[in-house]
Structures are given as structure tokens and as C-alpha cells.
């Protein structure tokens, strides 16, 4: 058994990879008091302060406007990856391995789960999916978990050699329960440890599994035999990490924008500043007050007062008591700031501003003009999905081979699974007709794959019907005797 390792602190110095995924962690979600906070205990002890959250004082946190465009940045990369859902293909002759994978994309809601682990990549740099055997459930369980709190190692290739998962566990007192997984030989071992949680946030004495109703039940120690893999992937959001290039862990997509993000924020802030300082003011002598009598107030609202009589000389020439005075508010600056803030934002992330919905008023277009404004998103598109198809293959497999060892289900042989990720743009049906009938007039398709284009939502069975009939249309259908003949 290996040895247990211990966490420390949880506060890293100076600028770590790990200090970095918390900036980009407060970044997505959007909160100004925990941006300001980390802000205040990272960036006036580590670097020079100048930004503008850096410098931003507690009292002069309530007038603070926050655009929250990081989050909307990650969630564009999921809906990219993921808004139509993918496809999970095995050998139809493996009979058990498909039922077992339908079974387990099923129970997993795996469509909304990637949805959510599609986010959090893109966020954070990656992402980790593992898979857990639990007793009370039919298949095995898809669980999405955060870099922040977990310690890999990788081999030279990029795969996980072992990792090491932790996370808080709350009953009468607060414990951290530690998760590792490593192979021995050709097995694979998840080994779990719980330590109490010190008020410092470091860890404590170890204490048994059996201290936490929710911890109580779990083994320390399972092994699955002849294991191919760690039952766990890495997904990296993109790399090389550009900020850490000798690491194998991913980069997020705003973190050569932050200083931008903070920027934008700064220009917003601005801008409702002027909105209130803009608000008309009325300035009301002294004197009018008192002539209204003792506890009486200027009332903004009155229509009218009676003129005070007040000696001309004693106020000088061009004096008046009641005195209106209206900022300017800068609208077309600080809307010209802001629009070239965001849109630079959105393009140094890698994506292109027409999938944020800038710059597209009034335009109907096709698949084909869609995917040219939007070349440069589908290009990161691309290859993000790269990362996700093939951690999705490794993770699939090695889902089946913990599946059946944990005594889940009959033996069977896991099979290669095909990963498919959907089209995330909505495909026009006349660009379909034409792209089919122009092959079909260049004789380079053949009828079924031309109405697998037309209805690619349709199974094998409707797609054979549909080409005998039009073969019967064209009177080149062969009598049903001689079918397979």
C-alpha cells in the first residue's frame, strides 16, 4: 500500500499554477466580494498594485459594477462542444459492452454532466472525470471534479501516471477525505484516507473512514485487476500553458485576458459613477430655508414658492437662490470603451465576437456564412475536441473494465468505444438539399448515404425503407426475390 501523502496549507507563495486556477476560479464565478478578496490578499503581497480590483477599497466595494463575461466565456465553449449531444458507438456484435454503456450514459445524464465539466475546463484550464463504483447504484457513476483540489502526475506522453482527488467532508466535525489512484503492475488501487481539518485549513490526526456517516461505509482499499488505465482522465482546456509551459496541465481561456477583464470592469464602474453624478442637483440658499419656517426643509417637488425679497446689494450682482447643476454623462465614450474592451477580450480568448452575438443585426444566414464569421471559434472548437474525444475513449473504456471486475454486471470483454461530438451549428436544410444533389449529378453518392445526409437523424432501419422507395420510384429496385440473392 502506498503511503498516505499529507496536504499543507492550502495558501501556495507567490505565483503558482495552482494560485493562478484560483484567479481564474473567482474570475468564473463572478463574484465582485470574492474578487475583490482575493485580490486584496494575493496581489498587494506578490505584485505591485495597479489594478483596478487590487486597489479597490471595502468601503468602495458597493459601487463596484462587475461584467460577468468570464462565465459567459466558458459557457460558449461548452455550448460549442457540447449543445447537441455526442455520440457513443461500440461493435454491435458486443452485445453486453453496449447495453452496459447505454445503461451507464443513461443513469449519468451524461449529456448535462459534460455540459457542466465542458464549463469548468474552459475555466479552470481542465478538468478531471472519474469514475466510481458505488453499491446502491445499477452502473457505475461519472463524477466531475475540480483541478484545484487535486494533485496529479503525469507520465511523458501527458497521461495520468497516479492523481490524488481530496475533498471536505462535513458531519459533527470537519474532515478532508483524500482519494488515490495509482497502478501496481497491471492493477489498479484507489486507496482512501481521512484526516480531521485543523481552524487553520490544514490537515489534522488521520482518523477512520467509520467518523463520517457519509465516509463510513467505504472500503480503505479496492483493487481492480488487469486495468488498462486509472478509471480517471485529465481533460486539458488547451495547452501548451502558455503561463507554465512545462506543465501538463491546461490553460484557461481568459488567462492572458485578466488584465482586460479587469479593465472592462473599471470602464462599467465608470460609467454608472457618471450615471449618478449626472443626476440633477439643486442648490437652495440658506436663507430660503429659513424663511420657510423652523423644521421646514426645501421640497424639490413644490411647484412654487413665494419670492423672497432679499436685498440685492447683501447678495450681489447675478446671485440666485435657487441654483440647478447637470453633469454631463458620457455615454458614447464609455459605450465605445466598453464594446472595444469586450469584443478584444472575446478575440484574444480564441473565439470569434459573432458568437457572443456582436455583430450580427439584422442578418439571416446560412450554415456555410455562419462558419466563416465564426471560423475562428470553430477553429478552437476543433481543438479542444481533440482532448475531449480521446480522454472520453480512455475514460469509457476503463469504465467497462471496472464495471464488470466490481461484480456490477456479467463478465464481458470492454470494447473500444467511438466518441462523436454533435455539430454545434444548426444546419440549414436547402444548403443539405444542394450539397446532396450536387453529388448526386457528379454520381460521387450513393442513394443511402444521400438520405443518411438528408435525415441524419434517422436509424438504419428508416434509411434502408427510404432508399427502396425511391429506388422503386425510379424503377430500380430489384424484386424482392432477388434481394441478397
Excluded at 19 to 28: A, D, G, I, P, T
Excluded at 219 to 224: L, M, R, S
Amino acid at each position: 500500500m502506498s503511503q498516505v501523502f499529507r496536504m499543507k496549507s492550502t495558501r501556495l507563495p507567490g505565483d503558482s499554477l495552482r494560485q493562478r486556477q484560483s484567479e481564474w476560479k473567482v474570475w468564473y464565478e463572478g463574484t465582485p466580494e470574492r474578487i475583490s478578496n482575493f485580490y486584496t490578499n494575493w496581489v498587494r503581497q506578490h505584485t505591485a498594485n495597479g489594478r483596478f480590483w487590487g486597489n479597490m477599497d471595502q468601503n468602495q466595494l458597493a459601487d463596484v459594477v462587475h461584467m460577468p463575461l468570464a462565465g459567459d466565456i466558458a459557457s460558449t465553449s461548452a455550448n460549442l462542444l457540447f449543445s447537441e449531444p455526442p455520440e457513443f458507438g461500440i461493435d454491435e456484435s458486443k452485445t453486453q459492452a453496449n447495453r452496459r454503456l447505454k445503461g451507464f450514459v443513461t443513469q449519468n445524464k451524461i449529456n448535462q454532466r459534460l455540459l457542466h465539466a465542458g464549463e469548468l475546463c474552459a475555466a479552470m484550464g481542465g478538468v478531471y472525470l472519474k469514475i466510481d463504483i458505488e453499491q446502491d447504484e445499477e452502473f457505475p457513476v461519472l463524477t466531475v471534479r475540480y483541478p484545484e483540489n487535486t494533485e496529479p502526475e503525469f507520465r511523458a506522453n501527458g497521461d495520468l501516471r497516479r492523481v490524488r482527488f481530496s475533498r471536505i467532508v462535513h458531519d459533527e466535525k470537519t474532515y478532508r477525505l483524500y482519494e488515490l489512484r495509482e497502478m501496481s503492475g497491471n492493477d489498479l488501487i484507489v486507496s482512501l484516507s481521512m484526516f480531521h481539518v485543523k481552524e487553520s485549513g490544514e490537515d489534522g490526526k488521520q482518523v477512520p473512514l467509520s467518523a463520517a456517516e457519509e465516509t463510513e461505509g467505504l472500503a480503505p482499499q479496492v483493487t481492480y485487476p488487469d486495468m488498462s488505465g486509472l478509471g480517471a482522465v485529465y481533460i486539458p482546456n488547451s495547452l501548451p500553458n502558455r503561463m507554465f509551459p512545462e506543465s501538463d496541465e491546461g490553460i484557461s481561456d481568459y488567462a492572458q485576458s485578466i488584465s482586460l477583464l479587469d479593465s472592462l470592469d473599471e470602464a462599467w464602474t465608470s460609467w454608472m459613477n457618471d450615471l449618478t453624478l449626472g443626476k440633477g442637483k439643486t442648490f437652495v440658499d440658506q436663507e430660503i430655508l429659513r424663511s420657510m419656517g423652523e423644521g421646514k426643509r426645501y421640497d424639490p417637488h413644490q411647484r412654487a414658492y413665494i419670492k423672497v425679497d432679499m436685498a440685492a446689494g447683501k447678495m450681489g450682482e447675478g446671485y440666485k437662490p435657487i441654483e440647478s447643476v447637470q453633469h454631463d454623462i458620457r455615454v458614447e465614450e464609455h459605450m465605445q470603451t466598453c464594446s472595444s474592451l469586450v469584443t478584444e477580450i472575446i478575440t484574444r480568448c480564441g473565439y470569434s465576437p459573432q458568437s457572443f452575438g456582436l455583430g450580427i443585426e439584422g442578418r439571416a444566414e446560412s450554415g456555410t456564412a455562419i462558419r466563416l464569421r465564426e471560423r475562428k471559434s470553430m477553429l478552437l472548437r476543433q481543438k479542444k475536441a481533440r482532448y475531449w474525444v480521446a480522454g472520453l475513449k480512455d475514460l469509457l473504456f476503463d469504465m467497462q473494465g471496472m464495471d464488470w471486475k466490481s461484480g456490477k454486471s456479467p463478465s464481458y470483454e470492454p470494447a473500444e468505444v467511438e466518441v462523436s461530438l454533435g455539430d454545434s451549428i444548426i444546419t440549414d436544410p436547402k444548403e443539405i438539399s444542394e450539397t446532396v444533389r450536387n453529388l448526386k449529378q457528379a454520381a460521387s453518392i450513393s442513394t443511402q448515404t444521400a438520405v443518411e445526409m438528408a435525415h441524419p437523424d434517422w436509424g438504419t432501419v428508416q434509411v434502408q425503407e427510404e432508399v427502396q422507395r425511391i429506388l422503386q420510384e425510379e424503377g430500380l429496385a430489384l424484386p424482392d426475390n432477388q434481394i441478397g440473392g
